[in-house]
Nanobody, 125 residues
Framework: QVQLVESGGRLVQPGGSLRLSCAFS????????MGWFRQAPGKERLLVSG????????YYEDSVKGRFTISRDNAKNTVFLQMKGLKPEDTAVYYC??????????????????WGQGTQVTVSS
């Protein structure tokens, strides 16, 4: 059984940086493509970034390109989301998700079968 636990969310000022982490427990982390979704109040949950199984390919939603960087450490069963240049519109609950099928590029929620509980990121002065 896969469990995902996010950490790193907090209140940060506009222009600031944060690194989110997602710890994977279960078998064969390297068999999963991983994604970071976010959901703002009153809005749907959307994929902001994804990474393939080996870490060699990534996806970014347009609004975060150049500001967010996704990475993974398969030896430590962890995926990261480095965020810089944060804006108030980045405020949301951020969720880590795993896809055993390997789908991640622009994928919808349905491609991801494993989910964390979410971590709150608030960007405000």
């Amino acid at each position: 059984q896969v469990q995902l636990v996010e950490s790193g969310g907090r209140l940060v000022q506009p222009g600031g940086s944060l690194r989110l982490s997602c710890a994977f427990s279960g078998r064969f982390f390297s068999n999963y493509a991983m994604g970071w979704f976010r959901q703002a109040p009153g809005k749907e949950r959307l994929l902001v970034s994804g990474i393939n199984r080996s870490g060699s390919n990534t996806y970014y939603e347009d609004s975060v390109k150049g500001r967010f960087t996704i990475s993974r450490d398969n030896a430590k069963n962890t995926v990261f989301l480095q965020m810089k240049g944060l804006k108030p519109e980045d405020t949301a609950v951020y969720y880590c998700a795993g896809s055993s099928t390997g789908n991640y590029y622009g994928a919808s929620e349905r491609a991801f079968g494993s989910w964390g509980q979410g971590t709150q990121v608030t960007v405000s002065s």
